[in-house]
């Protein structure tokens, strides 16, 4: 298993390699599914030189990080290896020059011998395309890591790519320069597009049977991590496909859940993580919302 990506930045190759490395906080877009704990990442750091660290730091004063990456290599403006401190991956950074005096910089990313397939997620080829985002704009942007607001709308369709490409195409979704229309062949489960400093979520519409929406998917695969309430499945009339769910970010997710819960809202999965804590709860007339535990930088 393993992926490829490369793309070609207007600079030199010891600069493109200290800007991959230096200010990876900078280009490594935030969002609910970008990080190991995207609910308490306060930085994302890479360390210089062997040894170095990859680190999602959460609470720098009491030793709270995560350390996601291992330097084994680092030859600056020429090549950099992280091996895996989570995942059974190891990935290959090149950085060759182009002969408009640019760089053309390469990510493999593969599954370790013997590694565990289970753990496997190629997010250095994946966000290869926000570092050349970022690359583009730099000289002009702030210093500050580009944050989501609050609030999100996640859509469910048949086709999420065609209507990615729509909604780019004719509504003119996807302000930030990262986001993209998946190309033909793509089938990602998840799709991003920026209106603002809003998230709008595409994902896969499936059938829902009975109330309780348990086919439809709600995290898209993505957060939530209880088993939907199955005991509210009626006795199998067929509702209206669910076509939106609104996402909240909240600063104290439990005391949130805890308040919804002894005030009525229906809970459909309880609080869970996979790369962002969350829950989904019904409001007064079945409509499902996604509530998340907010990032400390958010405001």
């Given amino acids: 298993m393993s992926a490829q990506a490369f793309v070609e ?22 969002g609910p599914i970008n990080h190991f704990d995207s609910s308490r990442l306060a930085e994302l ?3 210089p030189g062997v040894g170095g660290r990859v680190l999602e730091i959460y609470d720098e004063s009491t030793g709270d990080v995560l350390e996601t990456q291992r330097i084994t290599v680092w030859e600056p403006g020429a090549r950099l290896v992280l091996r895996g401190s989570v995942q059974d ?30 753990t496997v997620g190629f997010g250095w080829a994946n966000m290869l395309r926000t570092y050349l985002a970022w690359s583009r704009r730099r000289d002009t942007a702030p210093r500050t890591p580009r944050e989501i607001g609050r609030l999100g709308l996640a859509l469910y369709y048949e086709d999420p790519v065609a209507a990615a490409r ?14 993209r229309a998946p190309e033909e062949g793509e089938r990602p489960g998840w799709i991003d597009l920026h209106v603002g400093d809003s998230l709008v979520m595409l994902f896969r519409q499936e059938s829902t049977v009975g109330r309780s ?14 088993a939907v309430d199955s005991g509210a ?9 669910r076509t939106h769910v609104p996402w909240v970010h909240v600063d104290d997710l439990d005391a949130h859940f805890a308040h919804a819960r002894d005030h009525g809202a229906r809970i459909v999965t309880g609080i869970g993580s996979h790369a962002v804590r969350s829950y989904v709860a019904e409001d007064l007339e079945g409509h499902q919302w996604v509530f998340v535990q907010a990032r400390p930088t958010m405001r």
């Fill in 45 to 47: 750091r890479m360390e």
């Fill in 166 to 179: 729509w909604l780019h195409e004719v509504f003119g979704l996807g302000s930030w320069d990262v986001d």
């Fill in 89 to 118: 991956t190891e990935t290959d950074v090149l950085f060759e020059p182009t002969a408009t005096g640019g760089t053309r910089v390469r990510v493999s990313q593969y599954l370790r011998p013997g590694g565990d397939p289970a």
């Fill in 9 to 30: 930045v207007d600079v030199d190759r010891f600069t493109a390699f200290a800007v991959f490395t230096e200010e990876i906080d900078l280009w490594w877009v935030r």
């Fill in 233 to 241: 499945v009626d006795s199998g009339a067929r509702e209206p496909r």
């Fill in 213 to 226: 929406g348990a086919g439809d998917g709600v995290d898209g695969g993505a957060v939530g991590g209880g």
